[in-house]
C-alpha cells in the first residue's frame, strides 16, 4: 500500500496493490515435492549402480555362491556382525568389501586388520590404542586404534582365527558394549563400528580344542 498526501501533507488516499499468489504458493509447493522425489529416484539409482559394480567383481556360477550373494544382499542392510569362512582363497575378502559397498555404511571406512599378521602384543595397541605414555615404546602422543578408526563404518578383522584367547574376550567385550577402552584409560570410547570377520580356520573344532571362544 501507497499512501498519497495532498498538498498540505494530509492523506488523501491510500492505493494498495493486491494479486492472488494462491498458484504461485501452490506451484512452489509442488515444486518442492517434486525435488524431493527426484532426490529419492537418484539416491535408488546411485545405489543401484554400486550394487551392480559389486557384482561385476563377483564371479560365480555354482547355486552354493548364488545362495552366499542373496545372503550378503540380505546382511547388507543390516549391521550385525558376519562371520565369513571357507578355504583359503574362495573370496572372503571379496565378500566382505561386498557386504561393505552393499550397505549403508559405502560412504564410511572399511579398514581391515589381519590378526595373523601382527604379534600378539601388537595386536592389541592396534585395536584398542593406547593412551599417553602408558607404555615404553609407545609413540608418546598416544594412538587410536583400529576400532575407533572404523568409527561408523567397517572392521574387517581377517584372520580371526589367529586371534589370542586373552584378546577373544576384549573382543566380546566391545561386541556387547558397543565401546572400546585404550591401553592405559579408564574411560570407555563409545563406538559404533559393523564387525565383519573372516578366517580359514574350522572354528567349531577350535572351539571343541578350547582354543577359540565359543561366546
Ligand atoms: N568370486 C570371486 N570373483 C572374483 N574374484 C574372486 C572371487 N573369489 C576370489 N577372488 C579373487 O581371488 C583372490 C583370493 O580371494 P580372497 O583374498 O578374498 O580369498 P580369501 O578367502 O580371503 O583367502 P585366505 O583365506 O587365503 O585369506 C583375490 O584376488 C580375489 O579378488
Ligand atoms: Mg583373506
Known sequence: GNPIF??????????????????TTKLKTELREIKKITNQYKQELDTFKSKNKVFEKLIYCSSKMERVVEQINKISNFSSTVLISGESGVGKEVIAQAIHQLGSRSNQPFLKLNCGAIP???????????????????????????????????????????????LQVKLLRVLQEQEVIPIGSTTPIP????????????????????????D
Do not use: C, H, W
Open 191 to 214: 563406538i559404533n563400528v559393523q564387525i565383519v570377520a573372516a578366517t580359514n580356520k574350522r572354528l567349531e573344532k577350535m572351539v571343541e580344542e578350547g582354543t577359540f571362544r565359543e
Open 6 to 23: 495532498d498538498e498540505k501533507g494530509k492523506i488523501e488516499r491510500i492505493i494498495i496493490a493486491s494479486r492472488d499468489i494462491t498458484e
Open 120 to 166: 600378539e602384543n601388537l595386536l592389541e595397541s592396534e585395536l584398542f590404542g593406547y593412551t599417553q605414555g602408558s607404555f615404553t615404546g609407545a609413540d608418546k602422543n598416544g594412538k587410536v586404534g583400529y576400532f575407533k578408526k572404523a568409527d561408523q563404518g567397517i572392521l574387517f578383522l581377517d584372520e580371526i582365527g589367529e586371534m589370542p584367547l586373552s
